[in-house]
Nanobody
Framework: QVHLVESGGRLVQPGGSLRLSCAVS????????VGWFRQAPGMEREFVAA????????SYVDSVKGRFTISRDNAQNTVDLQMNNLKPEDTAVYYC??????????????????WGQGTRVTVSA
């Protein structure tokens, strides 16, 4: 069984920064892709970023490119999402997920079997 726990979500003003962390346990962490997704009220779950085993060539949705950075620490079994210049439209519950996936599908939430419980990010003045 795989267990994921997100942390770091809170209320932040527009233009501010947050760092979300995803702690993964229960299997060989460094064999799996880890993705970050978000879901705003009334919206479908949306891909944000993902990082594969190697950590090279992380993927991002266009709306966060240049503002968000995903990174992984295989020694600590964590994947972080650094979010800068936050905007109100970034408000959502953020989830991390993991699975053994080919790079071509890492943006598809329905391909991940293992999910955390989510952490809420609110960007508001």
């Amino acid at each position: 069984q795989v267990h994921l726990v997100e942390s770091g979500g809170r209320l932040v003003q527009p233009g501010g920064s947050l760092r979300l962390s995803c702690a993964v346990s229960g299997r060989t962490f460094d064999s799996y892709t880890v993705g970050w997704f978000r879901q705003a009220p009334g919206m479908e779950r949306e891909f944000v970023a993902a990082i594969t085993l190697s950590g090279r060539n992380p993927s991002y949705v266009d709306s966060v490119k240049g503002r968000f950075t995903i990174s992984r620490d295989n020694a600590q079994n964590t994947v972080d999402l650094q979010m800068n210049n936050l905007k109100p439209e970034d408000t959502a519950v953020y989830y991390c997920a993991t699975d053994d996936l080919p790079p071509s599908v890492i943006s598809r939430p329905n391909r991940y079997r293992y999910w955390g419980q989510g952490t809420r990010v609110t960007v508001s003045a």
